[in-house]
C-alpha cells in the first residue's frame, strides 16, 4: 500500500525537481537581457572604446571643425569670384569643382548607398519585407527620378518667371529694328522679329546668338575662331550687341535649379550625419569622422558656393543658403548630443528611417553629380576646346572621387 512514508519520499522527489525548475527558469531570465545586449540589435561595438565623456568634447571639436570648413568651402566661390583666379569662369575653379564634383559622387556611390544597406538589412529588422527587396536601390532610383522631375519643372518655371518679368523691359528697349538688316533678315523680318516691330523673348535670344555665332568672341569658338570677324556689319550692330549683352549678363536659370537642387540633397543627409555622430558615445568612432566629414563638408560647400555664384543670386539669398548649409551638420550634431540618453540607432524605427533617407540622398546626389556638375562641365564646349584643361579636371574628378572613397576605410 501506499503509506505516509512514501508519500513524504514522492513529495521531497517533487519539490526538488521545482527547485530545479524554478533555477532553470531563473538562469533563462537572467539570459534573456544578456542576449538582447549582446545580440547584434544593440550594436557590435556598443561597450568597445566607450567614453561618454571624452567623446562629449571630441563633439564640440567637432561641431567647430565642420562648421568651419563648411562656411570655408561655401564662402570662397562666393567671396572669390571678384578675383582673377577664382572666378566661376577660370580654369582653376573649373579644376576645383571637377573635384568636388568627385567628392560628392563618391558621397553618394560609396558611403550614403553603403550606409543605406547596412541598416536596411539590419538583423533587427523583420525579415519581411525588408530582406525580401533590394529596397536601397529602389528608393536611390527613385529619388534620382523625382530629381528629374523637379530639374525639369524648376526650370521651366524660372525660364518663364524670367520671360515674363522682362517682356516688358525688352519691348521698351527693342524699339523698332531698322529694314537694313540684310545679314538676320529672313522673308523681309529680322530673325526673331514680331509682326508688330518687336522682338519676342525667344527671338530676342536667337538673335543674339546668331550675332554671337557671326562674331565669335574669346573661349566661344575652338582653333583660332576668335579671330574671324564675320562680313555681317550691314545690320544694327549697336542694336544686336546689346541683345547679345542682354542675353549674357542674365544669370543661368539652370545654375539657379541646380544650386536649390544640391542643396536639398546635401541638407537631406547631413542632418543623418550630424545626428549618428552626435548619439556616439564612442572617441574611436568619433576621431576619424571628425576629419572624414570636415573634408567632406569642405569640397561640398564648395560646389555649392560655385553653384550659387554661378546663378547670380543676391548677397542676402546667396548668404542665407551659405548659412543653411553650413550650419545643418553642425545642429544634426547637436540634436544628437540632446537626445542620446533616449535615442538608440539601432531600434528599428531608427534603421527604417536612417535607410530611406541615406538612398534617397544617395540618389539626388549621384545625379545632381553626374548631371548638373560632371556633364555640364565636361561636356561643354569650353572644355572640348582646352585640351590641357580637359586633362586637369578628368585628373581632379579622379582624385576626388578616389580620396573620398578611401574615407570610406576609416568612417
Known amino acids: 500500500m501506499f503509506d505516509i512514508e512514501d508519500f513524504w519520499l514522492l513529495l521531497q522527489h517533487f519539490v526538488g525537481k521545482t527547485d530545479l525548475i524554478s533555477e532553470e527558469k531563473e538562469s533563462i531570465f537572467r539570459y534573456l ?230 542643396e536639398l540633397g546635401i541638407v537631406s543627409h547631413s542632418v543623418i550625419i550630424g545626428l549618428s555622430l552626435g548619439v556616439s558615445q564612442s572617441p574611436c568612432t568619433i576621431r576619424p569622422l571628425i576629419a572624414a566629414l570636415s573634408f567632406h563638408q569642405f569640397f561640398e560647400g564648395f560646389a555649392l558656393g560655385g553653384c550659387i555664384s554661378q546663378a547670380q543670386f543676391k548677397n542676402s539669398s546667396a548668404a542665407i543658403m551659405a548659412c543653411f548649409f553650413a550650419l545643418t551638420t553642425p545642429l544634426g550634431i547637436g540634436i544628437g548630443i540632446g537626445i542620446a540618453s533616449v535615442y538608440n540607432p539601432y531600434s528599428p524605427g531608427a534603421l527604417i528611417a536612417e535607410g530611406i533617407l541615406d538612398s534617397l540622398s544617395a540618389g539626388i546626389l549621384v545625379y545632381m553629380a553626374l548631371v548638373d556638375l560632371i556633364a555640364a562641365d565636361f561636356l561643354s564646349k569650353r572644355m572640348s576646346c582646352n585640351f590641357r584643361l580637359q586633362i586637369v579636371s578628368y585628373c581632379m574628378l579622379f582624385l576626388g572621387a578616389g580620396l573620398m572613397s578611401s574615407l570610406a576605410i576609416w568612417a
Not at 70 to 91: E, M
Request: glycine share 10%.
Open 33 to 262: 537581457p544578456e542576449s538582447m545586449t549582446n545580440s547584434t540589435c544593440g550594436g557590435k561595438g556598443l561597450d568597445i572604446c566607450r567614453d561618454e565623456s571624452a567623446a562629449f568634447v571630441l563633439k564640440f571639436v567637432a561641431i567647430a571643425s565642420i562648421l568651419l570648413a563648411g562656411f570655408a568651402g561655401v564662402a570662397i566661390p562666393l567671396i572669390g569670384k571678384h578675383s582673377r583666379f577664382l572666378r566661376t569662369d577660370s580654369n582653376l575653379f573649373v579644376a576645383a569643382k571637377a573635384f568636388a564634383a568627385g567628392v560628392i559622387l563618391a558621397t553618394g556611390f560609396v558611403h550614403m548607398l553603403s550606409d543605406a544597406t547596412d541598416a536596411l538589412n539590419d538583423p533587427c529588422l523583420p525579415e519581411f519585407p525588408w530582406s525580401k527587396f533590394p529596397f536601397t536601390g529602389f528608393f536611390a532610383m527613385m529619388a534620382a527620378l523625382f530629381t528629374l522631375l523637379l530639374d525639369f519643372v524648376g526650370t521651366q518655371y524660372y525660364e518663364r518667371k524670367q520671360g515674363v518679368n522682362r517682356a516688358t523691359e525688352e519691348q521698351t528697349r527693342v524699339g523698332f529694328i531698322e529694314s537694313g538688316e540684310e545679314s538676320s533678315a529672313i522673308g523681309g523680318k529680322v530673325f526673331g522679329e514680331e509682326e508688330s516691330g518687336g522682338m519676342h523673348i525667344v527671338g530676342m535670344h536667337a538673335h543674339a546668338a546668331h550675332h554671337r555665332h557671326n562674331h565669335p568672341h574669346g573661349q566661344d569658338a575652338c582653333g583660332g575662331a576668335a579671330k574671324q570677324h564675320g562680313h555681317a556689319h550691314g545690320h544694327a550692330h549697336g542694336h544686336a550687341q546689346s541683345l547679345s549683352d542682354v542675353a549674357e549678363d542674365e544669370p543661368d536659370v539652370r545654375h539657379v535649379v541646380v544650386s536649390q537642387v544640391l
